[in-house]
């Protein structure tokens, strides 16, 4: 089973954001680097499907020569292999990003069982990457799943939908978009990040393309700063919240 | 054609709402939502196939229709058909698009990004558009037309259902639904343990309400995933918040935004979820919350 799984550097954004000066992008000056949520899942998954059926693991991005950060990372939580294929560090639309990562997935010397995504990407969110790169390659795909199992060539993949789920049954090779809760991700270990340290990263030089989707500028939306009114402070507010509960009438008068 | 994928759930009902500002919009209904007064025209899909969800047959009847605008919900399905349309067509997905207008040739959009907490300006060109509507973005609104429905049957072979939902396990009975939920009682790493949040249940109880949580404590394993509210996690719109030892980080604000009020209890005046609330008090939630369901109980609640 090769197992391939893709990840995205982002900022580690705080409590606010804060703009360029141009409206063009995060002011990261002062900001560390991560990857999503759904994303840190995806390579837990990739790891214990490789573990529990075999096999190997290779972590893709598509990013500046700084994402190597981020492809370290994953290998030192224990994916063996990364692949970075390296911009200047400006946004590249889905479609270009799709693209470019298609290209090389085909370009490895062995084909992918299974590809792992994160449902969105933390900072652009565009929820489409995954979809996208299975429709290049040919591979059935599903998103947003929570809970993967694997037998006799099938996948099979579940979703939250209505406070249930749904489960959906896919034959391999295929594309899976993840999400935060299909497990728990391990923390790396120091032998991982030595390792790591020493594996070296494979990179490409990916093609830019165009997009009708052109972005003119960020902006941080207006705050909603309420009006505050204290209650208390301690047990003795109690009466004065149920009767805050009473005026929105969720309980008797 | 303007076109709107309507599902089976209230975002559907807020895009069909959305997408009436680019003009006549027809609606391409899956599942049995009435859409009623919304629009003039709607399409029912009828398929003997298609008595269960297959995101790329539903992309496939929307392509059949060659739509030049297509609007969908900002949800997991809506997301999810739209990127097969995007796919299959080349074309360029504008998700959870939060305010649009015509511009000649060209939409202009605006568009969240990081869940929320920061927004895009864009403009999208080329035919087809294909934009997702941001959940809670703006209200659902009929606007009294009549409405013809009629059926529509899209050609589908068998490579439209190689992802299908083969079965579905329903939620156990009388388990509040976090997302419709009237009352969310949401706590943070302030609850201390797993058995903190008993209280919690207890007054979620009490006022008909649903349990929620901060990423601290679905990663510290205290509560399920499925009960986090924020970025990655759930889009909550109550008429009541009740955050409890939850600081208000801009990931988990963006998951409560479509909550009417807010009421925050935490030891720290300066966490910055005090700045959204309506009501506070401020102390620790361990004396606070008791406190509240024993008056409640006391009033015979
Ligand atoms: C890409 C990304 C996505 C994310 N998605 C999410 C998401 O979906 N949801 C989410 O919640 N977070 C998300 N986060 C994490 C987020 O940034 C915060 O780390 C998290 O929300 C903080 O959780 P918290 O408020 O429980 O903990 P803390 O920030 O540690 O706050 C604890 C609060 O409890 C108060 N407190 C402590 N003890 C008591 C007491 N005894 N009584 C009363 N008050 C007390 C403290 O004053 C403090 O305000 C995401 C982060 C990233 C980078
Ligand atoms: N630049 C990138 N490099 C590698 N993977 C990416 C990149 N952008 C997006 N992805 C993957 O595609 C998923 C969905 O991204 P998006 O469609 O942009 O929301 C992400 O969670 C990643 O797994």
Known sequence: ?253 | MILCLVDNDPVSLEALTFARRFGEVEALVFGDIDVGGYVARARRVVHARLDEYAPTAWAQAVLELEPEIVVAPGTDRGHEVLAHVAARIGAPLAANVIDASVDSEALQLTRQRWGGSLLEEARLTGTPKLLTVAPHAIDAEPSGITTTVEDFTPTLGDEHFRVRVMRREEPAAGTARLDSARVVVGGGRGVGSKEGFAVLEELAKLLGGAVGGSRVVTNLGWRPHSDQVGQTGARIAPDLYIACGVSGAIQHIVGCKGAKRILVINKDQNAPIVARADWAVIGDLHEIVPAIVAELRKNGA
């Not at chain 1, 899942?41 to 573990?51: G, T």
Request: glycine share 10%; hydrophobic share 45%; charged share 25%.
């Open chain 1, 1 to 253: 089973m090769k197992v391939g799984v893709c990840v995205k550097r982002v900022p580690e954004t705080g409590a606010r954001i804060t703009l360029t000066s141009d409206d063009q992008a995060i002011d990261t000056s002062l900001l560390g680097f991560t990857i999503s949520p759904h994303e840190e899942c995806a390579v837990e998954e990739a790891l214990r499907i490789a573990e529990r059926h075999g096999g190997s693991t290779t972590v893709l991005t598509l990013g500046p020569a700084a994402a190597s950060e981020q492809l370290k990372n994953a290998m030192a939580m224990g994916i063996a292999s990364a692949v970075l294929l390296e911009t200047d560090g400006g946004d590249w639309s889905a479609e270009a990003t799709a693209a470019a990562l298609a290209e090389a997935m085909r370009a490895q010397p062995e084909p992918f069982d299974l590809l792992l995504f994160g449902n969105e990407a933390a900072d652009s969110g565009d929820y489409q990457v995954g979809v996208r790169v299975a429709h290049t390659l040919g591979l059935p795909c599903v998103t947003g799943i929570k809970g993967i199992e694997i037998d006799d060539g099938r996948l099979t993949a579940r979703r939250e939908a209505g406070g249930g789920w749904e489960i959906f049954e896919l034959p391999l090779p295929a594309v899976v978009t993840v999400k935060e809760g299909i497990n728990l991700p391990r923390y790396a270990s120091i032998q991982g990040r030595l390792r790591a340290k020493k594996t070296p990263i494979e990179r490409i030089q990916p093609q830019p393309r165009a997009s009708a989707l052109e972005t003119i500028r960020l902006v941080v939306p207006p705050e909603h700063e309420t009006h505050v009114e204290v209650l208390g402070a301690g047990a003795d507010a109690a009466q004065r919240v149920v009767a805050v509960f009473r005026e929105l009438g969720l309980v008797g008068l």
